[in-house]
C-alpha cells in the first residue's frame, strides 16, 4: 500500500497544512469509519462535530478547525479528497486479455490496438473498436457501431447498430444503448411500429449506471453530452438531447424529444414529459414530476415541478390539509353565527 | 436508397395530392430537420407554423394548408407516415445466422424451420422455437418454454422455464420474463418463498422494451395481450393480467394480479397496485399512482390517482397553497374583527 | 403428481380438519380457479364469499366457516398453504450440470464440491464460489469476489470484484451487484470520479430480483441484511445498509449512505433520499418519497412522506381542494358582505 505524507498530499491539492505535515496515511476513510493511518475530509457542516472526535491521522476541511488530527485546508474539500483517493487507492483495474479467441470478431469490423476483447464478445460488421478499449464478457457490439478509444463496457453491455460511443466512456453492466423507444402510430386500434432510424450518441467522458437504457432516435438522434454522469437505471428515451455535464440519479427517465441543457442535475426517480426544454444548470428534486419548460438556472420539486421554495412550502402546507379544513370549517361555523347575529338586529 | 414520387406514396396511403404529385422522395425526416428530397408530416397541430417554412419537397398533413411543399391529406397523418417510413427505410435488418456452432440447444429440444441461433444462445430441455425466430447472443431459453414463430429477442433475454411467447413478438436486450415475483408468506418475521408454479404468456405482436421484467405467476399465469407494446425498464409483477393493445411507457410498474384491459395507456413510470381491475381504454396519466379499481374508458392522473381534469385542477390549487392560507389567514383576522365589532354593539 | 389427505396436510402445518380428512388433493390454486382435486387458501377477509362456493376440494382458512370443501384451520393460512405448495409442486427444479467446458475459471479461482457452471460463465482470479452453487449461463464474477454455498445466480448476473455473497443467496436474471454508484466531486463544471473501494454484501438468505443492481460502497460497504426479499428493477446506492428480513417492492430505489432497520417492509416505486437513518418495522406506502428520518415501527406515505393515517386524510382533502377553494371563495364573500353590512350601522 502506498503511504503519502500530509504535506505530500497537500501540495498536491493545493491545500495549506495545519498541524503535522510529516504524518502519514495510506488510504482514505469516512469521518466515521476513519482509523489512525488514514485521511478523512468534510464536505458537509452537519458533520463538522466528528472533525474534533477522529481518530484519522489527517482531514481534509474548508477551513482551519479545532481538531486531532492534521488538517489539509482547501476550497474544495471533496475535490481535494477524492483527488487523494485516486492517487492511494486507483481507480478500479480493469481486465486487459487481448482478443479472446472466444471473442466473435465479424472480418469486416476493425479494431485498434490494445483493444481487450473478453470471451463472448461480439462485434458485427462494419463496427469499429477505438485503441485501448475494453469490452468484457457478453459485450455485443452492432453492426457499424463505433466506440471510441480508452472506453470500458462491462458485463452484457449491449450497444445497437449504427450508434457512436465516444472516448473514454464507461457503461455498468446490464447497459443497454440504442433499443428501440415506444414508437407507433395507432390505426384502427393496432399500434404500428415506427421505424427507429436515427442513432444514439453517446459523447467523451460519459458515464452510464447499470441496467440503464438509452434508446436511439427515431428520427433524430439521441445524444448524451460530454462528461455527463447517469445512474443506475435510468432510462432515457428516443430523441432526446442531454447536453454536457449533466447528473442524473438512479431510475430517472426522459421521455421521447426533450432537449436538457448543460450542468443540469437531476435527483433520483425524477420523471420528465417528452418533447420539452430544460435549459442549462436546472436542478430537479427527487421524484419530481416535469410537465413544462424550465429556464436556464431553475431549481424545481413536486408533480408536476413548480419552483422549488414555492414547491417546499406548498408541501409543507400540504401536510397540514386537515388543520387547514378544521380553520375553514370553523371560520364557516363563525361566519353563520355572524350572519345569524347581524340577522337579528333590526337596521335602526 | 429508394426513391418515390409524391403520387405513389399517396396512393399508397390512400391520401389526397395537393402540389406536384411528380416530386420525388427518398427519405423521412421531422418537420424541423427535412431537407429537400425528403417527406415529413405533421400530427401536431402546434407544429403547423413549421409546416409553411419546410424546406422537405413533402409533407403529410391532416388538411390541405398554404405551404413550400408537396402535400399528401390524409386523415391520420402520423399512420400514413409511419408507413411512407417503412417502405422507404424498411425496419431493422435483424441479423440471420443459422445455428451457430456455440448455440447449446439441448437435444429435447425442438427448432423450426429458419430458426437462427446466434453465438451463446442456450436452449433448455423440451423447449421450443418456432419458424423464422431470431435468438441474439446471451439469449436463453428455459426448460418446456415455446417461442414462437418470426419473433427476435435481442441480446441477453432470459425466458425463465414453462413459459410461453406468442407468434411476431419482438423482445429488447436485457429484458426478462418469467422470473419470480416478490411472492412470500412471513412467520414469526422470516418471509418464507411461495413457489411460483403458473406462467409467463406474452400473445401475439407484442414488443417490450429493453431491461423490462415480467415476473410469471404464481398460482395463475402473468398474461400481455395481443399486440401490446411495453416500453424499456417497465416491471409487470407476477398474475397481472394486461389487456390487448395497451401501450406502457418506460419504467411503468404493475403490481401482482392486477388486471388491465384492453386499449390502456400508461403513460412513463406509472405505477399500480395489486388486485385491482382497470378498465379498457383507460388512460393514466405519468407517474400516477393507482390505488383503486378505474372503470372503462376513464383518464386518471395523481398520486393516488383520480378523475383526469378533477386532478388537473386540484394540481393547480395545489401550487397556490401559499396564497389559498394567505387567504384564510387574512379571513380569520376579518372574522375576529367582525366579532369584536358585533360583540360591541349592545343588542338594542 | 403427489397426492395428499387434508388429515396429512393438517398435520404438517399443525392446523385442524373441519370436514373430511380423508379427501385427497394434488396441487394449490387460487380461490377463484381452484377445482376438484385442489387446495386453496384464504388469507384476505375481502374473499370470505369465494369461500362458500368455492369448487376446491379442500381450503386452508383463519377460522372455521361455513363451506362445501374441508378446510384445515389454522392461525396463518398464508403460510400454511405456501407450506403446503412447496410439499405438493416443490421450488423451481435449478439445472445442475457440472462444470461445462465453456465456463471460463481463472486458475486462481476456488470451486466448492458440486459446483455447477453454465457455459459462458466467467469466474475470475481468486474468486471463490461456495458448495453446491450454481451459476447460470453468462454470470459474471469479478475478481476476489466470494460466493457462498447453495446460492443460485441465473442468467448474465454481474458481481463485480471483491463483494460478498452469503450462502443461500438467490439472484435472478440480469442483476447486477457491485457496480458502481453515482459518486462524483464537481470541480470547476467537471464531475470527478472517486474510486469506489468498499463492497457490497449480500448476506445470508437474501433474494434479489431480476434486473436489480446493488451498488458497491465508495467507503464503506453496501450490505443487504440476512433474509431480505428485493424485487425487481430494485436500485441499491453506494454505502447503504438494509437490515435483516425487509422486503422491498419492484422498482423501489434507495439513494446513497442511507440505513435502513431490519424487517421494514418498502412498497412499489418507493424512494428513499440519501444518508437518512429509518429505523426498524419501518413500513412505507408504494411510490413514497422519504426525505427524513423516520422513527421504529412507522408507517408513511408520500412525497414527501409522513405518517400515514396523516397522509391519508392529506390525500383525501387534496382530491377535494376544487371544493375547499370554493368554500373559500364563498366565506370571503360572506365575510364582505357581513362588513359592508357592519359598516353601514352607525355605532350607537
Redesign the interface.
Known amino acids: 500500500m502506498i503511504q503519502k505524507t500530509v504535506g505530500e498530499l497537500a501540495a498536491l491539492v493545493g491545500g495549506q497544512v495545519v498541524g503535522d505535515a510529516e504524518a502519514c496515511v495510506g488510504?482514505?476513510?469516512?469521518l466515521e469509519?476513519a482509523r489512525p493511518g488514514q485521511i478523512t475530509f468534510l464536505a458537509n457542516a452537519r458533520y463538522a462535530p466528528l472533525v474534533r472526535q477522529t481518530r484519522a491521522t489527517a482531514v481534509v476541511v474548508p477551513e482551519a478547525m479545532e481538531c486531532p488530527a492534521a488538517q489539509i485546508v482547501t476550497g474544495?474539500p471533496?475535490?481535494a479528497?477524492?483527488?487523494i483517493?485516486?492517487l492511494l487507492?486507483?481507480?478500479?483495474h480493469y481486465?486487459r486479455v487481448g482478443i479472446s479467441p472466444?471473442a466473435?470478431v465479424h472480418p469486416t469490423a476493425s479494431l485498434g490496438p490494445d483493444v481487450s476483447l473478453?470471451?463472448?464478445v461480439?462485434v458485427?460488421e462494419e463496427a469499429r473498436i477505438g485503441r485501448g478499449t475494453i469490452l468484457?464478457?457478453?459485450v455485443?457490439i452492432g453492426?457499424g457501431t463505433e466506440v471510441g478509444e480508452d472506453c470500458v463496457l462491462?458485463?452484457?453491455v449491449?450497444v445497437?447498430?449504427n450508434c457512436q460511443i465516444g472516448n473514454r466512456v464507461l457503461i455498468?453492466?446490464?447497459a443497454?444503448i440504442g433499443?428501440?423507444?415506444?414508437g407507433?402510430?395507432?390505426?384502427q386500434?393496432?399500434?404500428?411500429?415506427?421505424?427507429?432510424?436515427a442513432r444514439a450518441v453517446i459523447e467523451d467522458d460519459v458515464?452510464i449506471?447499470?441496467?440503464a437504457?438509452i434508446?436511439r432516435g427515431s428520427?433524430?438522434d439521441t445524444v448524451i453530452g460530454t462528461?455527463s454522469?447517469?445512474?443506475?437505471?435510468v432510462?432515457i428515451?428516443h430523441g432526446v438531447r442531454v447536453g454536457a455535464?449533466c447528473?442524473m440519479?438512479?431510475?430517472t427517465?426522459v421521455?421521447g424529444s426533450t432537449r436538457i441543457g448543460h450542468?443540469c442535475v437531476m435527483a433520483?426517480?425524477v420523471?420528465i414529459?417528452g418533447h420539452l426544454d430544460i435549459g442549462n444548470h436546472v436542478t430537479i428534486a427527487?421524484?419530481s414530476?416535469v410537465?413544462q419548460n424550465i429556464p436556464d438556472g431553475e431549481r424545481v420539486f413536486g408533480?408536476?415541478a413548480?419552483e422549488m421554495s414555492?414547491?417546499v412550502?406548498?408541501?409543507a402546507?400540504?401536510?397540514?390539509?386537515?388543520e387547514?379544513?378544521q380553520?375553514?370549517r370553523e371560520?364557516?361555523r363563525?361566519?353563520a353565527e355572524?350572519?345569524k347575529?347581524?340577522e337579528?338586529?333590526p337596521?335602526?
Chains 1, 2, 3 share one sequence.
Open positions: 488510504s482514505g476513510a469516512t469509519l474544495n471533496y475535490y479528497f477524492t483527488r483517493l485516486v487507492h486507483g481507480h478500479r481486465l472466444e466473435r473478453h470471451t463472448n461480439t458485427c468484457y464478457p457478453g455485443f453492426p462491462l458485463p452484457h449491449v445497437y447498430e455498468h453492466a446490464g443497454c433499443h428501440d423507444g415506444l407507433f402510430s395507432t390505426h386500434g393496432t399500434h404500428h411500429k415506427i421505424p427507429h432510424i458515464e449506471g447499470a441496467n437504457g434508446e428520427l433524430h462528461g454522469k447517469l445512474g443506475s437505471a432510462a428515451g455535464h447528473l440519479v438512479a431510475q427517465g421521455a450542468h433520483g426517480q420523471g414529459a427527487a421524484q414530476g410537465s408533480t408536476p413548480f414555492k414547491a412550502e406548498a408541501a402546507i400540504y401536510k397540514r390539509l386537515p387547514l379544513r380553520t375553514i371560520l364557516e363563525r361566519v355572524l350572519e347575529r347581524i337579528q338586529k337596521s335602526q
